[in-house]
């Protein structure tokens, strides 16, 4: 247990609002990310950080933002929900210099 | 885009069987590690090979890497019931700094 918390656990919203999601750390772990894992597709990359207000877009990033203003805290924000985004976003830190990556309970996203 | 591919898509194993899954990728790597995934849980790293290093074990896991066919395969030995998991591979590709990349995963099921 790396100590990673998300918050909600599950949400549903309606189109057109805003979603923020909250990653919690308790360890100080530099490397922060959220994933959103879809069936047929896996987990894909939406953004990552690198330490407090260094973060970098993934492979999935357009209609989501993120923000790290304290080490432990990692905020991944759809600033207007889409259908689209119905999901399960999980947020992960990563460890030592392989970057094995250590995984949250996941946040269940439901977007009517 | 995703760059493990995981062979075959679904595994349906005897308990007491091995199970033997395979992962595929396609640029040069640092290392590859191997997740589980239970059902309505986070991933969990279960072992990590470098790209110096052609086979690891740990317990009833055996994994190897053959970086001359960018190919990896996961062996689960003795299988039991509660291996029953999608099992997901990663890449850590060279230059990519601190990022992975997920295949699609793998759903083994492990009958009693």
């Known amino acids: 247990d790396a100590g990673i918390t998300q918050s909600p656990r599950h949400k549903v919203t309606e189109t057109g609002t805003p979603v923020t999601l909250r990653c919690h750390q308790t360890e100080n772990h530099r490397y922060m990310y959220w994933y959103r894992q879809d069936p047929g597709h896996g987990l894909r990359l939406i953004h990552y950080?690198?330490?407090?207000?260094?973060?970098d877009k993934g492979e999935v990033s357009d209609g989501y933002s993120v923000s790290r203003s304290k080490t432990e805290d990692f905020l991944l924000t759809l600033e207007s929900a889409t259908s689209s985004q119905t999901s399960v976003y999980f947020c992960a830190i990563s460890l030592g210099t392989d970057y094995e990556q250590y995984f949250g309970p996941g946040t269940r996203l439901t977007v009517t | 885009s995703q760059q493990g591919e995981e062979d075959p898509q679904a595994l349906s194993i005897q308990e007491g069987e091995n199970a033997t899954m395979n992962c595929s990728y396609k640029t040069s790597i640092n290392n590859l590690q191997w997740y589980r995934q239970n059902s309505g849980r986070g991933l969990v790293h279960l072992i990590l090979i470098r790209s110096n290093e052609r086979e690891k074990h740990s317990g009833r896991l055996r994994v190897t890497l053959d970086t001359s066919k960018k190919s990896s395969s996961l062996l689960i030995t003795a299988s039991r019931a509660a291996d029953t998991a999608s099992y997901f591979c990663a890449t850590r590709d060279t230059g990519a700094n601190s990022k992975l990349t997920f295949g699609k995963g793998i759903t083994l099921s492990v009958r009693p």
């Open positions: 950080s690198y330490g407090v207000k260094d973060t």
